[in-house]
């Protein structure tokens, strides 16, 4: 028997505005409006907006929340400020990645985590399994809020001051966090984002998801798909789950021991101390084709290495990916040859980000 995908409360708009529509992470998904190039080049140069409430949120509150996630997140919950925003993984004992996410602290004793849609029931699972381990004798709680919440984001140059001119007040500054009336609803205003853009992510009502979408395409801003998304977040370097890390990768490898701190005691702290210390075989760099071709994941690398993320960038004008390479020939400007579907194309390692907004 076929799955019945979920739909988001935007599911009705996306179909009268002629998205495609497609299966995504148990959802049924808009994958493109207009076009990839032209949704791509409506974010870097002007603002568009992703419905994005696929996504799952978990609060977690009480006087032993902080406990809780400091065992539960690799980065160090106890830096977030009131109104702050943190980029982290949820880890296995082992090591391996069981999902990334951002956790925003919203008041003294209460924070909400935005996890990604495949994982989000085995997430909440987690961390009911885990979090009072980590709270000891404090009291913690859980909410599952994923069906309270719908998340769009509106990323591009022009996105803030979009969104500003239909707001009750000022955004909060990036990575920043706060309550602002948008289009007339109270709006959770996240300044963070998957693009390598400025721009915001509002958490809403989501039975104000329409009233709030439909104002920010009445001021201009475009609406956007999820192929677009994924060719904006690469060439800014950001990973997808599933992709370019999973439960068999660890954060040294895939590159985010930035966001790993092994002092907090963590779930899967010793095997990422011992990566660290020990180094490991491969790790992921960025790359770009010197010839032409248009990379894909699971393309294989000639001399060892596999292609996590790949796509022709639209602003960039050539192929560009992920990949996992041995270590020692994982240094920009490194040369290497990638089987796309038969063919040998030369590659180099490329500086991250494969691009940088001048906004940022």
């Given at each position: 028997m076929t799955a019945v995908l979920r739909r988001t409360p935007l599911h009705a708009r996306h179909a009268e505005l002629g998205a495609k529509l497609v299966p995504f992470a148990g959802w049924d998904m808009p994958v493109?409006?207009?076009?990839?190039?032209?949704?791509?080049?409506?974010?870097?140069?002007?603002?568009?907006?992703?419905?994005?409430?696929?996504?799952?949120?978990i609060v977690t509150k009480g006087p032993g929340?902080?406990?809780?996630?400091?065992?539960?997140?690799?980065?160090?919950?106890?830096?977030?400020?009131i109104g702050g925003a943190q980029y982290g993984m949820i880890l296995r004992p082992d090591g391996g990645i069981?999902?990334?996410?951002?956790?925003?602290?919203?008041a003294e004793d209460e924070y909400l985590t935005i996890t990604n849609a495949a994982n989000h029931g085995t997430d909440f699972t987690w961390f009911g399994h885990h979090a009072q381990a980590g709270a000891g004798d404090l009291e913690v709680e859980l909410v599952d809020?994923?069906?309270?919440?719908?998340?769009?984001?509106?990323?591009?140059?022009?996105?803030?001051?979009?969104?500003?001119?239909i707001s009750d007040g000022a955004l909060p500054a990036r990575f920043r966090v706060g309550r602002v009336?948008?289009?007339?609803?109270?709006?959770?205003?996240?300044?963070?984002?998957?693009?390598?853009?400025?721009?915001?992510?509002?958490?809403?009502?989501?039975?104000?998801?329409?009233?709030?979408f439909d104002a920010l395409l009445e001021a201009g801003v475009a609406p956007i798909g999820l192929a677009a998304r994924d060719t904006l977040r690469l060439e800014a370097c950001y990973h997808l789950y599933g992709n370019d890390m999973d439960a068999g990768r660890n954060p040294i490898e895939a590159g985010l021991?930035?966001?790993?701190?092994?002092?907090?005691?963590?779930?899967?702290h010793e095997a990422v101390a011992q990566a660290r210390a020990e180094s490991t075989a491969e790790v992921l760099v960025p790359f770009s084709l010197t010839e032409g071709g248009i990379p894909r994941g699971g393309n294989e690398i000639v001399g060892g290495g596999v292609v996590t993320s790949g796509t022709m960038s639209p602003t960039l004008g050539r192929g560009v990916g992920?990949?996992?390479?041995?270590?020692?020939?994982?240094?920009?400007?490194?040369?290497?040859?990638?089987?796309?579907?038969?063919?040998h194309r030369a590659a180099v390692v490329e500086p991250r980000p494969l691009y940088q907004s001048k906004e940022l």
């Amino acid at each position: 028997m076929t799955a019945v995908l979920r739909r988001t409360p935007l599911h009705a708009r996306h179909a009268e505005l002629g998205a495609k529509l497609v299966p995504f992470a148990g959802w049924d998904m808009p994958v493109q409006y207009e076009g990839v190039r032209a949704e791509h080049d409506a974010v870097r140069t002007a603002s568009g907006v992703f419905d994005v409430s696929h996504m799952g949120q978990i609060v977690t509150k009480g006087p032993g929340a902080l406990a809780a996630l400091q065992h539960l997140t690799t980065n160090d919950v106890s830096k977030i400020a009131i109104g702050g925003a943190q980029y982290g993984m949820i880890l296995r004992p082992d090591g391996g990645i069981f999902d990334d996410i951002y956790t925003y602290r919203l008041a003294e004793d209460e924070y909400l985590t935005i996890t990604n849609a495949a994982n989000h029931g085995t997430d909440f699972t987690w961390f009911g399994h885990h979090a009072q381990a980590g709270a000891g004798d404090l009291e913690v709680e859980l909410v599952d809020a994923a069906d309270e919440y719908a998340l769009l984001a509106v990323q591009g140059p022009t996105a803030r001051s979009i969104v500003e001119s239909i707001s009750d007040g000022a955004l909060p500054a990036r990575f920043r966090v706060g309550r602002v009336p948008v289009a007339g609803k109270d709006v959770l205003v996240c300044g963070t984002g998957y693009t390598g853009e400025p721009g915001v992510e509002l958490l809403i009502d989501a039975a104000d998801a329409v009233v709030v979408f439909d104002a920010l395409l009445e001021a201009g801003v475009a609406p956007i798909g999820l192929a677009a998304r994924d060719t904006l977040r690469l060439e800014a370097c950001y990973h997808l789950y599933g992709n370019d890390m999973d439960a068999g990768r660890n954060p040294i490898e895939a590159g985010l021991g930035w966001a790993v701190k092994e002092a907090t005691g963590h779930i899967g702290h010793e095997a990422v101390a011992q990566a660290r210390a020990e180094s490991t075989a491969e790790v992921l760099v960025p790359f770009s084709l010197t010839e032409g071709g248009i990379p894909r994941g699971g393309n294989e690398i000639v001399g060892g290495g596999v292609v996590t993320s790949g796509t022709m960038s639209p602003t960039l004008g050539r192929g560009v990916g992920l990949a996992y390479l041995p270590r020692e020939r994982s240094t920009v400007g490194t040369a290497f040859t990638v089987d796309v579907r038969g063919k040998h194309r030369a590659a180099v390692v490329e500086p991250r980000p494969l691009y940088q907004s001048k906004e940022l």
